[in-house]
């Protein structure tokens, strides 16, 4: 069963009036979905663009409501998109500002709880969903009553079109992904779907530096959401020149720390798997910028389940 919310106030009962306009051509049995997507001052324009028509005049099955969550002060460029947003250019949206960069999990927990919408879909401002994307997505939460559901992605870059990436998988059922998640996060956040509620019942987006969606899917495991992956590729993943150097240093370990830490308190692993997981991470971490491109390269080329 899922999770109820811890608050008690479960999820938003608006009524018609309190809510946006449902999309032309929007078949009456898909249930109301929104999509979520954070933005800040670093982001390109040209990229956000096409993030948001991906993700809404793009699809197949397009969403209610857009929630665009802009972090801190943004360019003259990129206030003119939101602007347009704002105003409809794509669809029914709701932006959210902050006038300081908060940082990435408090962007996503303040539009989550203020989606109007069970099912909050989240998108990154410079990936780009698949046209059949929520077409997929949605009936299957429907259908099954799962709280979490992802899929595959494919990279693609300024020297790779997309579609012709490396492929980037997960772990499909219920029971492979919870017996994944202790050594690897088993979902690409950019492919998910969530039901709100059952994310807020364990305490929603946590700050936790580049990890806070893997502490989010442990909880989330630990209370008792159903979980699935789709075979399918529902987005592609701009890998750009910084990427690899992203992924490293002390601060990013440290958070390894304190989650591998967390995953111990709670039995999630066993001290033996805290200690593997930390050497693991802390090789990967610490590397030069060229090693760990290489190692990711050698693995998630290979399989793309590495984390």
Known sequence: MPV???RGDGPVDRTADDRPARPAGRPERAEPFAVLMPLWGKDRAERVEQAVVSATEGQQLRPDLLILTVDGPLTAELEELVKRVEAGAHGPATVLRHSAHRGVA???QDGLETSPYELVARADADDLCRPERFALQIPRMQAEGLDLLGGAMREFSERIAPGEGPLRTRPLTHAEITAYLPRHSPFHHP???LRRSTVLAVGGYRDLPLLED??????????GARMANLPDVLVDYRVDEHLFARRGGWRLFASDLRLQRRFVMDRVTTPTGFLRNVGERGV?????????????????????RTA
Do not use: I, N
């Open 4 to 6: 109820g919310d811890a």
């Open 106 to 108: 408090a962007a996503l």
């Open 191 to 193: 492919t998910m779907v």
């Open 214 to 223: 893997y502490w989010l899917w442990e909880r989330m495991m630990l209370g």
């Open 284 to 304: 990967y971490r610490l590397a030069p910028g060229w090693a760990r491109r290489l190692a990711y390269r050698r693995f998630v080329e290979h399989d793309g």
